[in-house]
């Protein structure tokens, strides 16, 4: 599985963006989906994942009520809505993918797109 994410940017606090991650490969219905993010100095951090059919969907403490991570199987595409951003989510948003039960440990994900940046800032 190939993925690109994409969707990145700069917005000011409590703006919105939506960050899209595009798959390649025949099965990708079959794979559980996730974003993670790496800030400047931290290790990289689970944010959010989803099962295929949607029937197991988690997300960390710190974006509960304000993310939502969704998926369009049939254009192989996981997205991210991040609404109310604050400055600390500012960081490199990376989609991964993996087969079979849901996780949310990185080590965990073999599959990885290549990152884009999100910076929240007045």
């Known amino acids: 599985v190939q993925l690109q994410a994409s969707g990145g940017g700069s917005v000011q606090p409590g703006g919105s963006l939506r960050l899209s991650c595009a798959a390649s490969?025949?099965?990708?219905?079959?794979?559980?989906m996730a974003w993670f993010r790496q800030s400047p100095g931290k290790e990289r951090e689970f944010v959010a994942a989803?099962?295929?059919?949607?029937?197991?969907?988690g997300y960390a403490d710190s974006v509960k009520g304000r993310f939502s991570i969704s998926r369009d199987n049939a254009q192989n595409t996981v997205y991210l809505q991040m609404n109310s951003l604050k400055p600390e989510d500012t960081a490199v948003y990376y989609c991964a993918a993996k087969e079979g039960s849901y996780q949310t440990n990185q080590y965990r994900y073999p599959y990885w797109g290549q990152g884009t940046l999100v910076t929240v800032s007045s």
């Open positions: 989803r099962t295929w059919n949607g029937r197991t969907t």
């Open positions: 490969g025949r099965t990708f219905s079959s794979y559980i």
